[in-house]
């Protein structure tokens, strides 16, 4: 079992920053990717951002010169770097890793932009 703790979320007014980190734990060796996910109450679960175990990352387009994820191995750490936050970037955000078909998931953090 993988297990993965996020922490970072609140409120931020428009055009601030967050970061986001989650601290993985268990049996990681499977693991290969660890990414960023996110929601809003009634509406399906939405792909951020993902980093490989090789350093590669990928982003969906609405968060591309905006968020940076990042990981340190040393920690099992991944981290979302959130900039130029808008108010249509709330939402409950969730850390997920993923590898040989197993797929593991955080409790979520809220992330709430608003004035």
């Known amino acids: 079992q993988v297990q993965l703790v996020e922490s970072g979320g609140g409120l931020v007014q428009p055009g601030g920053s967050l970061r986001l980190s989650c601290a993985a734990s268990?049996?990681?060796?499977?693991?290969?990717?660890m990414g960023w996910y996110r929601q809003v109450s009634g509406k399906q679960r939405e792909f951020v951002a993902a980093?490989?175990?090789?350093?590669?990352?990928n982003y969906r387009d609405f968060v591309k010169g905006r968020f940076t994820i990042s990981r340190d191995n040393a920690k099992n750490t991944v981290y979302l770097q959130m900039n130029s936050l808008k108010p249509e970037d709330t939402a409950v955000y969730y850390c997920?890793?993923?590898?040989?078909?197993?797929?593991?998931w955080g409790k979520g953090t809220l992330v709430t932009v608003s004035s």
């Open positions: 997920n890793a993923a590898g040989y078909g197993m797929n593991y």
């Open positions: 980093v490989t175990n090789g350093g590669s990352s």
């Open positions: 268990g049996r990681l060796v499977r693991i290969n990717t």
